[in-house]
């Protein structure tokens, strides 16, 4: 978008006026990740289901998961609850499925971690793939 010298763009300023940039919630957190606790915090997720692998990436709206499993009788939802379980060494039942069961959109509830250091364990899990 181009603007005029000295003006910023609409939504850069719309941004700004939030307090925060695309990524950040203004508390050193992706977007995609919040706090809803002491120990607690929800991820937005992207989900792929039916690839080759099992692999995930931060990306900047959600957390992108591809999954091995088809998304058919909530394989793929299964096979992501217990993939972001592991990634944060938690056990399966502390990872749930909140909203998006027949989306690729999905929302996960974690608790046994705060957000701060489930960043940091998913980047730490990022840099050794």
């Not at 925060?20 to 997720?45: E, H, M, Q």
């Not at 091995?68 to 609850?81: C, L, Q, S």
């Not at 957000?115 to 980047?123: G, I, M, S, W």
Request: one cysteine or more; hydrophobic letters at 40%.
């Amino acid at each position: 978008m181009v603007s005029k010298q000295g003006t910023q763009p609409k939504e850069q300023q719309q941004r700004q006026d939030k307090g925060g940039s695309d990524n950040d919630s203004g508390d050193g957190l992706p977007s995609w990740l919040r706090p809803t606790g002491p120990s607690s915090c929800s991820i937005a997720v992207h989900a792929k289901p039916g690839s080759r692998v099992c692999s995930f990436a931060l990306g900047s709206d959600a957390l992108d998961v591809a999954i091995d499993a088809k998304p058919v009788d909530g394989e793929a939802n299964a096979a992501i609850t217990a993939y972001v379980s592991q990634l944060l060494g938690l056990k399966r039942r502390d990872v749930a499925l909140t909203v998006g069961s027949k989306s690729r959109e999905k929302v996960l509830a974690v608790s046994g971690v705060d957000a701060a250091a489930a960043l940091e364990l998913l980047r730490a899990a990022a840099a050794m793939q």
